[in-house]
Nanobody, 125 residues
Framework: HVQLVESGGGSVQAGGSLKLSCAVS????????MAWFRQTAGKEREGVAS???????ISADSVKGRFFISADNAENTLYLDMNDLRPEDTAMYYC????????????????????WGQGTQVTVS
């Protein structure tokens, strides 16, 4: 049973930075993807960035060059470094994990992820 707990959200002015963390426990998948998603009221959950167990990453065009996903496998923690934050980045941010066959790239689709955290709010003004 995979459990994920996000932290690090908060309020920041436009142009500022935040670093989100996601503590992962119970992940027994040998091949998997981990990802960050975000959601605002009335909108679908949007993929932000994803990382494979060996470190390959992808990110949404809206955050390329500003947000960076990383993982510390020894600490079982997923991170999202967010820079040059904009008001449109305001959302609840969720981390997620899902099994993924070898040589199959990660995606930013919610259907590829089976375990989710409760979310952490990021507000940019």
């Amino acid at each position: 049973h995979v459990q994920l707990v996000e932290s690090g959200g908060g309020s920041v002015q436009a142009g500022g930075s935040l670093k989100l963390s996601c503590a992962v426990s119970g992940n027994t998948y040998s091949r998997y993807c981990m990802a960050w998603f975000r959601q605002t009221a009335g909108k679908e959950r949007e993929g932000v960035a994803s990382i494979r167990e060996m470190g390959f990453t992808i990110s949404a065009d809206s955050v390329k060059g500003r947000f960076f996903i990383s993982a510390d496998n020894a600490e079982n923690t997923l991170y999202l470094d967010m820079n040059d934050l904009r008001p449109e980045d305001t959302a609840m941010y969720y981390c997620a994990v899902g099994p993924r066959p070898f040589s199959t790239p990660c995606t930013l689709g919610t259907g590829d992820y089976t375990s989710w955290g409760q979310g952490t709010q990021v507000t940019v003004s």
